[in-house]
């Protein structure tokens, strides 16, 4: 595939935007065994209601994102990628916001994993408001860092 194609261009950012939900709501899910196991003094809410107001607010970032992504890479104009990258960061903002709420529910150690999480979405608002056409969106390296070796050493470290 030619890296400068659009459907590439979709597919690769479809991939890392996912993927980074999917973690989120991996952790989601793995947190009310980890209270089981390791105390209720963990998590501050009693109810499992997080775990649920977290995976709808991570669909929800899923789809604008997906939506916010598919758009940009298939429109022609500048102006028409601005406004549907506008989508994007619509989601970036909803994935945080899910991450914010689970630091203020969680104690200190697991606020690190979820401010671990936060760390690349908050990479990625500045990037993506700037457009797809910047250097430092399209920067292989930046992909490579951010999207691969970040993600791999934070699952490292969360299952080590």
Do not use: K
């Amino acid at each position: 595939m030619d890296p400068r194609n659009r459907a590439f261009a979709t597919v690769c950012l479809l991939g890392t935007h996912w993927g980074a939900i999917l973690v989120n709501s991996a952790v989601y899910t793995v947190l009310p065994h980890e209270i089981v196991l390791n105390g209720h003094e963990l998590c501050t809410a009693g109810d499992p209601v997080y775990l649920i107001t977290c995976c709808v607010i991570d669909i929800f970032a899923l789809v604008f994102q997906s939506v916010g992504i598919g758009f940009a890479s298939n429109v022609g104009t500048d102006f028409d990628v601005a406004q549907e990258l506008s989508i994007l960061l619509v989601g970036l903002y909803i994935q945080a916001l899910g991450l914010l709420i689970l630091c203020s529910i969680v104690t200190p150690a697991l606020q690190v994993v979820a401010l671990l999480l936060l760390l690349p979405t908050a990479v990625r608002l500045p990037v993506f408001a700037n457009g797809l056409a910047t250097p430092f969106a399209r920067s292989p390296l930046t992909s490579l860092l951010l999207n691969d070796t970040y993600i791999l050493l934070y699952l490292i470290l969360l299952t080590g």
